[in-house]
C-alpha cells in the first residue's frame, strides 16, 4: 500500500493489448556513463533509470550543482503553490536558453518584474474573448484541410511543422489580431526549429554550477541560436509595426494592452509598457502559443495512427455529434472523446516535458535538505508515467480521461504547468487543441510514413525526432 490512490481504468480497458507507442528506454543504473553527454543534449529525458517512474523525491549532486526531483502531489503542491515565493525562479539553464530568444519576457522572468508582466498580458486570455478565437481557430483549421485536399495524397507530409504553421497563424490572427501571413508564421516555425537545435539547453557551467566553463561554450552555437532568434524578433517587429499603423485603435488585442495600457473589460487604463517590455511579452507569447499546442496535435496524430481503435472511436463521435458541419465553441463539451485524445496525448508527450526552479534559500522537502540556488525539478514526464499513480501508464488510452472517470490530481497530471506560473494560456490552448483536432481529423485520416521510425527529441520542448511524415487520406463520413 502506498499513501496515494492510483487511478484505475474503465472496465473493458484493463485488458488493451495495443503496443505502447515511442518511448524512452531507461538507463540500467542512474546516470549511465554510456548515455552520452551528446545524447542528453538532444534528449534530456534519456539519463531516468526505472526507478525514477516509481520513486517520490530524489536528491543528486553534479559537480557544485545540488538538484532535487520532486516526484509526487504532494512535494510538487509544495514548490509550485505553498512555497511559490522561494521558488519562482526558473533554473539558470532555462533562463540562459531561453534568454537570447525571449529576452526578460515573463516566462523567464520573476519576482516583481514577473508579476507585473502577468497582469499586463492575462486580460487578453479572458473568457469573454473565448467564442471569437474559437471562430478564428475553426476557419484556420478548415484552410489547412482544404489546402489538404489539393496536395497529392501519394507525398507524405511533415504533420509537425503542419501543426506549427496552423497553431502560429491562429496566435497571430486571436491574441495578436493580425493577419499573420503562411510565410510569416513558416519563418517563426523554422526559426525556433534552428534555435532549438543552436542553443545549449544542456549548458555545462549551469549543469555543474562550474561559472567558469562559460568560456568553453562553443561560439558557433551562440551565432546560430542569435541568427535563428533574430529571424523570429523580424516578424513580431513586422506585427507590432502593423498594430502601429492599424486605424482602428479601438480593437483589444495583446499588442493594445502592451503598447497602449489597454485594460481588457475589467479595470483601469494603465501606463503602456516601454518598447523593448512589451516587444519580450509579445515574443513570449508568440512563441509559448503556438509551439506547445503544435507538439501537442501532432503527438495525438501520431497516436491515432498508432491507435486505430481509438482513431475509430473519436471518428464515430465527430461524425455523430457534427455530421460533416465545422465545430465552434459549443460543441467542445459535446465533443468528450476528442478532449480525452488531446489530454492523454499530453499525458503521454507533455510539450514542457521538464519544468525546472532555482531555491532563493534553504529548505527540506521529504527530508531532503535544500540549499540555497539548489535545483528543482519537477518533471511531467516522469509523473504522468509513474508507476504508483496510473495504470498501464505507458498505453494510449484516451477512455482515463472521459467525464465519469475519476479526474487525476493536478500535481501529478500537469501539462500546463500548476500553481502561480501555471500557462496563462492554459484554456486558449486546450481548446484549440480540440477544436483543430474535431475539424482537421472529421476530413482526414493520416498514416505515419512506413519506413520512418518515430523518436523522441526533448530540447526545450518534446518533439518528434526529425519531424512526422505522414500520409493524409480524406474521408467520406
Ligand atoms: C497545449 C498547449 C500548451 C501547453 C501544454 C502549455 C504548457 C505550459 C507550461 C508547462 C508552462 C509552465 C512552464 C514552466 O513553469 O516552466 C506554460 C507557461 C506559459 N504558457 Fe503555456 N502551454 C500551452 C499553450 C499556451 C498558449 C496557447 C499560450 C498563449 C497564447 C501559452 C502561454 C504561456 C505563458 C505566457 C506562460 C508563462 C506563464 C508564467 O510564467 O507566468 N501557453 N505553458
Redesign the pocket.
Known amino acids: 500500500m502506498t499513501e496515494f490512490a492510483r487511478l484505475t481504468l474503465p472496465e473493458g480497458c484493463r485488458d488493451l493489448a495495443e503496443p505502447d507507442p515511442v518511448k524512452v528506454i531507461p538507463p540500467t543504473a542512474w546516470l549511465d556513463s554510456t548515455r552520452t553527454l551528446s545524447e542528453l543534449k538532444t534528449n534530456l529525458l534519456s539519463i531516468w533509470p526505472e526507478r525514477a517512474y516509481r520513486g517520490l523525491t530524489f536528491a543528486f549532486q553534479l559537480l557544485n550543482q545540488h538538484y532535487l526531483v520532486c516526484n509526487s502531489p504532494d512535494t510538487v503542491k509544495r514548490v509550485f503553490l505553498e512555497e511559490h515565493d522561494n521558488y519562482d525562479r526558473?533554473s539558470p539553464q532555462?533562463r540562459h536558453a531561453l534568454e537570447p530568444l525571449l529576452g526578460d519576457g515573463?516566462?523567464v522572468?520573476d519576482g516583481a518584474l514577473?508579476k507585473e508582466r502577468?497582469d499586463y498580458?492575462a486580460p487578453?486570455?479572458e473568457a469573454e474573448r473565448l467564442p471569437d478565437f474559437a471562430g478564428v481557430m475553426v476557419e484556420s483549421a478548415q484552410e489547412m484541410a482544404d489546402r489538404w485536399a489539393r496536395l497529392p495524397h501519394d507525398q507524405p507530409v511533415d504533420m509537425l511543422n503542419e501543426m506549427a504553421r496552423l497553431?502560429s497563424l491562429i496566435?497571430g490572427r486571436t491574441?495578436f489580431g493580425d493577419d499573420t501571413s503562411d510565410a510569416e508564421a513558416a519563418q517563426v516555425v523554422d526559426g525556433f526549429s534552428t534555435y532549438q537545435k543552436a542553443i545549449e539547453q544542456m549548458n555545462w557551467a549551469d549543469t555543474f554550477g562550474l561559472p567558469y566553463l562559460r568560456w568553453l561554450s562553443n561560439p558557433l552555437s551562440r551565432f546560430r541560436a542569435q541568427r535563428s532568434a533574430a529571424r523570429i524578433h523580424e516578424v513580431i517587429d513586422r506585427i507590432i509595426e502593423r498594430h502601429k499603423a492599424r486605424k482602428d485603435s479601438d480593437r483589444v488585442t495583446l499588442l493594445s494592452m502592451l503598447l497602449e495600457g489597454h485594460p481588457g473589460s475589467r479595470g483601469q487604463k494603465r501606463c503602456p509598457l516601454h518598447a523593448l517590455g512589451a516587444r519580450n511579452e509579445a515574443i513570449?507569447?508568440f512563441m509559448?502559443?503556438?509551439e506547445?499546442?503544435a507538439?501537442?496535435l501532432a503527438w495525438a496524430w501520431y497516436l491515432l495512427d498508432h491507435s486505430p481503435r481509438a482513431a475509430d472511436r473519436l471518428h464515430e463521435e465527430l461524425d455523430r455529434v457534427l455530421g460533416g458541419r465545422a465545430p465552434t465553441l459549443a460543441d467542445v463539451p459535446k465533443l468528450p472523446y476528442t478532449r480525452a485524445v488531446f489530454e492523454e496525448t499530453?499525458r503521454l508527450y507533455?510539450?514542457?516535458p521538464v519544468?525546472?526552479?532555482q531555491a532563493r534559500a534553504g529548505d527540506e522537502i521529504r527530508g531532503k535538505a535544500l540549499r540555497k540556488n539548489s535545483i528543482i525539478l519537477v518533471i511531467?514526464w516522469l509523473l504522468h508515467r509513474h508507476e504508483l499513480f496510473w495504470e498501464k501508464p505507458n498505453q494510449f488510452i484516451p477512455e482515463r480521461f472521459l467525464p465519469g472517470q475519476p479526474r487525476p490530481d493536478k500535481f501529478v497530471y500537469?501539462?500546463?504547468?500548476v500553481g502561480?506560473?501555471?500557462?496563462?494560456?492554459?484554456r486558449?490552448?486546450?481548446t484549440?487543441?480540440i477544436l483543430c483536432l474535431a475539424t482537421l481529423a472529421q476530413r482526414f485520416r493520416a498514416r505515419m510514413a512506413p519506413e520512418h521510425s518515430v523518436d523522441i527529441e526533448c530540447r526545450l520542448t518534446l518533439r518528434p525526432r526529425g519531424g512526422l511524415p505522414m500520409y493524409l487520406e480524406p474521408r467520406s463520413s
Do not use: D, Q, Y
Not at 420 to 426: E, F, Q
Open positions: 526558473k532555462m515573463l516566462f522572468s514577473w502577468r498580458c487578453a486570455f497553431t496566435i491574441i513570449v507569447m509559448a502559443g503556438h506547445t499546442t507538439n501537442s499530453m507533455p510539450p514542457v519544468l525546472s526552479r511531467p500537469l501539462p500546463f504547468s502561480h506560473r501555471v500557462c496563462l494560456g492554459m486558449f490552448g486546450l484549440e487543441g
